[in-house]
C-alpha cells in the first residue's frame, strides 16, 4: 500500500472517528474513544510521513478516486512538501489529542466539541494530500466549517458568536480569493489538476494577479494584516486544545496553501514576487506583537503573537522569492530552510501554551492577567512548562525560536548581493523591524508569565488555584522537550528539510550534521556559525555552578528584614504592577501611530474622596480603516435594496426584462 493510499486511510479513520463520537456522545466513554482514537490516528500519520520524508523524499506517491470532477476525478499526491506539513499538522493533533484527554473532563460542552475534533484533523489532512483545485477547495472549505463550529462550542456567549460570525465571513472571503486564483491558473481549457498546472504554468501578464489572489486567501487564513480581525476573536473563543490546533497548525495549512502556488504551481519566481510578501510578512510581524503587548486575556495575547510569527514566516517566504528569482539559489534555501523551520518551531511552542493558558484556565476559572498572579507555588509544573514556551517563542538559546529566527537573520544578511535597489533598501528595513519585533516579544512574554504566575495573587481564584490533570501536563511536556530537542540539535531538522528545500528551490543548505559538535554553518564559518548543544552545555554548567556555589558558600545565617515595597507600606496585591502598567510605556511609545491610543486621568480634586482613574482607549486601525467602511455600505445598500421585495409584479418583470437586455449588450460587446 503506496503512503498516499495509507495516509487517506487514516484521514477515513478520523471521519469515522468524527461519527462514532456522534453515535456514543452520551456515554462516559465518549471522550476517552475520540482523543484516544485521534491519537492513535495522527500518530501513525507521523510515521507514514517521516518515512517518507526521510527515506524517499524523491518519490511522490499519488493516487486517484472515481470522485470530485467528472472529467478528472480526485487527486491526492504526497511529496517531500507535503509530507513535511503532514508531519506538523499531526504532531499538533497528537499533541492536541493527549491534552484533550485530561482537558476535556473539564469541557462545559464536549458533546459539541468531540465529533468536530477529529472531522477538524481530518480536513487539515485532506487539503496537505489534495492535487487538483477542486479536492483542494472543498478539503479547505470542510476544515473552515469544522473548525468554525469548534469556534462555536460556546454558542451562549455573544463573544462567541460574533468571534464565530466574522470567522466565517473572513474564511468565505479567503475561499472565493483562492478559487479565483485556480481558476487563473487552470486556464480557459479547464485544466485543474495541478500536474496540468504545472505543465503549462500560468501566463506572465497573470503572475502578479495570482500571486495577489493567493497572498489574501492564503494570509485570511493564516492571519496576515489587515486579514487578521477574525484571528484574535476566534482562537480564544475555543477551547483551549481546539485554540491550539487552531493557533499552532491550521496557520501552518495557510502556509502550505501559499507554497504549493507560488512555489509550485506558479512557475520560476520573479524577484518582485518577494516585494509584497516581505511588506507583508515584516508589517504583520510587528504590528502582531505590539497588539499582543496591549492585551490583558492571556489567551488573546497568544493569539495576536500567532500574527507575529506567522509575519516572520512569510518573511522567509519573501526572502526566497527575492533571491531566488535573482538565481541566488543558496540564499533561497537558507530563507525557505529558515521559514520552514520556523513553521515546526511555531507548532511546537506555541501549542505548548496554549496548553498552559488551558491549564491556568482550568484552575482558576480566569483569562485576565489583571486577576492572575502567584501561579508558579501553586501550579509549578504548568508554569515551568509554560516558561519554556515563553523563552522558545522570545528566540532565547538555546531554545528552537532563537535557531530558526538565527537563520532568517542569517539570510537577511544576504540581501547586499542583491541587484535591485528595491531588494537592498527594503530588506534591512524588513530587518529592522524583524529585530524590533524580537525584543518586543520577549517583553511580551516577560510580562504574560510574569504577571501570571509571580508575584502574589490578585483574586480568589488565584489563591485556591491547583495543579491541573497528569495528562495536560505530560502534553505539555513533551512539547517543551521537543522544543529543547530542535533548539540543541537544529543541524538534525535542517537536514531533513533538505529534500523539501531542494525540490522547491533547486538547492539545498550544505550538510550539517556533518560538521563537528553539531554546529550550523548556513553560508560559511567566516561568516557566522551557531552551535546549540554547545550554548545549552555552557548554561547547563554555569546555571549548576552558580546554584552550587550559593547553597554552599553563602551563609546560613537566618536574617529577618521588612520586604522592599517600592516604597508602598501597603501589602495588598493591588499594588503590585499590572499587565497595563508593564505595557504602559510601549504603549506611549508605539500606541499613538498603532492604535490612536488615548489617555484620560480622572484626578478627583482635595477632599473628594473618590478613587482617581485612568483610561485608556486603543483602536484596531486595521477593522475601523477597511472594515468598518464595508459594513456600512452593506447596511446602506441592504437597506435600499430592501425596497425590491416590494414592487408590483409589473415592476417585477420590467427589471427582469432590463436585466435580460444588460446581459445580451454585454455578450454581444465581449470581444
Known sequence: MTPVILLLWLVAALLFTAGLAVAIRRSALARRVVYGFSIATCGFAIAVALVHLLASPAITSTAVLPLGLPWIGANFRLDALSAFFVLVINLGGTAASLYGLGYGRHESEPRRVLPFFPAFLAGMNLVLLADDAFTFLLSWEFMSLASWALVMTRHRDDDNRRAGYVYLVMASVGTFALLLAFGLLAGPEGGYAFKTIRAHGASSGLTGLVLALALLGTGS???????????????????????ALMSGVMTKVAVYGFIRIVFDLLGPPAWWWGVPVLVAGAGTAALGVLYALMQNDIKRVLAYSTIENIGLIF???????????NGMKAAAALAMTAALFHVLNHALFKSLLFFGAGAV??????????????????????????LVGAAAISALPPLNGFASEW?????????????????????????????????LAAACFVRAFGITFLGRPRSEAATNAHEVDRLSIAAMAILALLCLFTGVFPALIIDALAPVVDALTGTRMPVQTHIAWLSIVPVAESRSSYNGLLVFLFITISASLAAFVIHRVASNRVRRAPAWDCGFPDSSPATQYTADSFAQPVRRVFGGFAFRATERVDMPAPGDGRPARMT??????????????????????????NHLQFLTIRRYLSLVFGALVLLLLIIASWP
Open 616 to 641: 485608556v482607549t486603543l483602536h484596531d486601525l486595521a477593522w475601523e480603516l477597511v472594515y468598518d467602511p464595508v459594513v456600512r455600505l452593506v447596511n446602506f445598500l441592504a437597506e435600499r435594496l
Open 221 to 243: 487564513k493564516a492571519g496576515l494584516v489587515p486579514l487578521h480581525v477574525w484571528l484574535p476573536l476566534a482562537h480564544p473563543a475555543a477551547p483551549s486544545h481546539v485554540s
Open 361 to 386: 484556565l482550568t484552575a482558576t476559572g480566569e483569562r485576565r492577567m489583571e486577576m492572575l498572579g502567584g501561579l508558579l507555588n501553586r501550579m509549578p509544573a504548568t508554569g515551568l512548562l509554560f
Open 407 to 439: 537563520l532568517m537573520l542569517q539570510a537577511i544578511l544576504l540581501s547586499p548581493d542583491l541587484p535591485q535597489w528595491a531588494l537592498k533598501l527594503l530588506v534591512p528595513v524588513v530587518g529592522a523591524l524583524l529585530a524590533l519585533a524580537a525584543a
Open 315 to 325: 518573511v522567509g517566504l519573501g526572502l526566497a522569492l527575492a533571491f531566488g528569482g
